[in-house]
Nanobody
Framework: QVQVVESGGGLVQAGGSLRLSCAASGSILSINAMGWYRQAPGKQRELVAAITSSGLRNYADSVKGRFTISRDNAKNTVYLQMNSLKPEDTAVYYC????????????????WGQGTQVTVSS
């Protein structure tokens, strides 16, 4: 089986920073893309940032210039450095592993993590 586990959420004041981490584990051979999504109360889940195995990055307009996504392919880990946080960044942040090649199971479309809460106070 594959596990995707996020960490690093918490409470921070507006203007502050947080760094989220997400590690995928469980006989993984490779992962095509890893990304961060968020869901605020009453809203749909939305893409925050994603990165491919070759390093191509994609950001939501709302976080460009403030958030940076990075990845360690050898560790199947993705990070999200969040700076200049705003109250509207408050949400549960989810990690997604897209296109997972597993040693025993073969190709799996995606796995989601359980999410980590980020709260930005004004």
């Amino acid at each position: 089986q594959v596990q995707v586990v996020e960490s690093g959420g918490g409470l921070v004041q507006a203007g502050g920073s947080l760094r989220l981490s997400c590690a995928a584990s469980g006989s993984i051979l490779s992962i095509n893309a890893m990304g961060w999504y968020r869901q605020a109360p009453g809203k749909q889940r939305e893409l925050v940032a994603a990165i491919t195995s070759s390093g191509l990055r994609n950001y939501a307009d709302s976080v460009k210039g403030r958030f940076t996504i990075s990845r360690d392919n050898a560790k199947n880990t993705v990070y999200l450095q969040m700076n200049s946080l705003k109250p509207e960044d408050t949400a549960v942040y989810y990690c997604k592993a897209d296109g997972v090649f597993h040693a025993g199971l073969g190709y799996i479309n995606y796995y989601w993590g359980q999410g980590t809460q980020v709260t930005v106070s004004s």
